[in-house]
């Protein structure tokens, strides 16, 4: 029993947090139909973020952590940059701009924006030879196009099961969740800020893993990167946003919004993902990836009175497709990888001889020393022993 517990227990936890992730779109959109600034809340949510995974890093990694340097904090900058306040604001305007069902499926074409940055950049190689390097290729294409489907075709709308619950007030419900669909040039401008948005998460992928081969301590690392997302989000947010009641938290769901945000998504369930990569790898974490989809499309269907168009769901299952695709071909490059060794791998034997019939081993030294040099004036021609 205990056996099938540890087997269960990642893939329990993986679903929790997907389902972690997909509720915290919905209460974006919440937040925003309260009049909430989106700039503020992206702040709030990484003070909040802050506050818990700090202690929690110094608590786990203080006698290991190595000394910081200034290499490590610039790269903790551009981590908190392009992995947290600049893809945070873009996915929060997408949100507005669109659905929570659109901007959760286009998150799933990050791991085929990475595979392209990596090939612009020199870290991959395009090997069409290969069934892994065809299978990211087709599942790049397949994503893309799904994205684009999902932007520029809506087709019949698809009637789905409605508990007939208005969580929006009357003076905003209607314009905060079909304006996405009412003014093609909006929703066009909030694909293109989803889009970047997942691109500037795929770079910071990227620079994540450079810095994790100088900085291996995952804490302290997310500690860093939500001490410079805060930084940068209340900087800019004080820049444009001048009403300061904006700021105000009250017992509503503004303050749920921001605390779910910063402490569950951003601090406990970085950590779950942590262990579940270190138990099963980051291919394990990457599979659960579309069950947020289901959930978001779920819940904005039946609580959120959002539309579901057949382009949606049809781009969706095109951009899952592709995504399963771009994995299996990494999969499979990564099993090839552990196979195959190195060329500079090197066995290096040595041989240590042994001269028996002495007892101890500083006898031992002395007498293959004395028989090296016996060994060496042979050579010479001097005496024999």
Known sequence: MWKVVEVVKPVVLMVIVQIANAWVNVLYKLAVNDGMSLRVVVAYRYIFATAFIAPLAYILERKTRTKMTWTILFQSFLCGLFGGALPQNLQMEALALTSVTFATAISNLVPAITFILSLSFGMERLNLKKAAGKAKIIGTMTGIGGAMLMTFY?????????????????????????????????????????????????????????????????????????????????????????????????????????????????????????????????????????????????????????????????????????????????????????????????????????????????????SFKKGGDMHHNREKGGEQH
């Open 154 to 366: 809506r087709g019949v709308e698809v009637k789905m099961l409605s508990f007939h619950i208005n969580l929006f007030n009357q003076r905003n419900g209607g314009g905060a969740v079909h304006s996405s669909r009412g003014g093609g040039g909006l929703f066009l401008l909030g694909a293109v800020s989803s889009f970047s948005s997942n691109a500037s998460y795929a770079l910071w992928l990227i620079i994540q893993a450079k810095m994790s081969r100088a900085y291996p301590y995952p804490y302290s690392s997310t500690a860093l990167m939500c001490v410079m997302g805060a930084i940068l989000s209340v900087t800019f947010t004080f820049c444009v946003e001048r009403d300061l009641t904006q700021w105000k938290l009250g017992w509503n769901v503004r303050l749920l919004t921001v605390a779910y945000a910063g402490i569950v998504v951003s601090g406990v369930m970085v950590a779950v993902i942590s262990w579940c990569v270190r138990m099963r790898g980051p291919l394990f974490v990457s599979v659960f990836s579309p069950l947020m989809l289901v959930v978001v499309a779920f819940a904005g269907s039946t609580i959120l009175d959002e539309k579901l168009y057949l382009g949606s769901i049809i781009g969706s299952l095109l951009i899952v497709c592709g995504l399963y695709l771009v994995l299996w071909g990494k999969s499979k490059e990564k099993v090839k990888n552990q196979l195959v060794p190195s060329k500079c791998d090197k066995l290096e034997i040595v041989v240590k001889p042994q001269v028996h019939g002495i007892h101890g081993d500083d006898q031992d030294q002395d």
